[in-house]
Nanobody, 126 residues
Framework: QVQLVESGGGLVQPGGSLRLSCEAS????????IGWFRQAPGKEREGVLC????????FYADSVKGRFTASRDNAKNIVFLQMNKLTPEDTAIYYC???????????????????WGQGSQVTVSS
């Protein structure tokens, strides 16, 4: 069965950090670019960033530059999203998604992603 399973969300104080994991089964993550998206309450889903098969990162949200980084462990078929210096504006449900290609698109086109994680709630609040 092909699926992406996310973990690592939770409640964190402003300025804190969280790391999300996205584990694949049924296909090889190493062959795909992986996008991270988020949807805040009352807002549309937005692209956060993408990590290509060779670990290049494309940022879609300027607000996360310098704070969020993506990495992958191909041996374990897992991609990570490290989020530092979190602010209340980062509160959202975060989704990982496997692109149809190995490279990151210049724009976060949701329809070009085959498989999606179930979503992880990230809440930043004091």
């Amino acid at each position: 069965q092909v699926q992406l399973v996310e973990s690592g969300g939770g409640l964190v104080q402003p300025g804190g950090s969280l790391r999300l994991s996205c584990e694949a089964s049924g296909f090889n993550l190493a062959d795909r670019a992986i996008g991270w998206f988020r949807q805040a309450p009352g807002k549309e889903r937005e692209g956060v960033l993408c990590i290509s098969d060779d670990d290049d990162t494309t940022f879609y949200a300027d607000s996360v530059k310098g704070r969020f980084t993506a990495s992958r462990d191909n041996a374990k078929n897992i991609v990570f999203l490290q989020m530092n210096k979190l602010t209340p504006e980062d509160t959202a449900i975060y989704y990982c998604a496997a692109e149809q290609d190995f490279f990151c698109y210049s724009d976060p086109v949701a329809d070009l992603h085959d498989f999606w994680g179930q979503g992880s709630q990230v809440t930043v609040s004091s």
